[in-house]
Nanobody
Framework: QVQLVESGGGLVQPGGSLRLSCAASGSIVRINAMGWYRQAPGKQRELVAAITSGGSTNYADSMKGRFTISIDNAKNTVYLQMNSLKPEDTAVYYC????????????????WGQGTQVTVSS
């Protein structure tokens, strides 16, 4: 059984910072890529940032310069450091993995966490 456990969400004032974490647990052998998406009320889910196991990153344009994604392959954990947060960053943030392999083979090509709420408000 593979699980994704997200943490770090919460309420923060505009201009503040949060750090999200997503740890994949189970008999994991390899994860090709991990990332974060978000979904605000009434809007479609959108990419925030993604990173491969080799460290290649991809950011949505509106997050460049404010958000930083990183990965710890040994811990099967991805982090999202969010700075200069704005009210429009308020959303549920979802962890995503691409190509997650466990001891029994491929677990999933596309696997999602349960989401963590980020609210930016004064």
């Amino acid at each position: 059984q593979v699980q994704l456990v997200e943490s770090g969400g919460g309420l923060v004032q505009p201009g503040g910072s949060l750090r999200l974490s997503c740890a994949a647990s189970g008999s994991i052998v390899r994860i090709n890529a991990m990332g974060w998406y978000r979904q605000a009320p009434g809007k479609q889910r959108e990419l925030v940032a993604a990173i491969t196991s080799g460290g290649s990153t991809n950011y949505a344009d509106s997050m460049k310069g404010r958000f930083t994604i990183s990965i710890d392959n040994a811990k099967n954990t991805v982090y999202l450091q969010m700075n200069s947060l704005k009210p429009e960053d308020t959303a549920v943030y979802y962890c995503n993995t691409r190509g997650i392999y466990y001891s029994g083979g491929l677990w999933a090509n596309d696997y999602w966490g349960q989401g963590t709420q980020v609210t930016v408000s004064s």
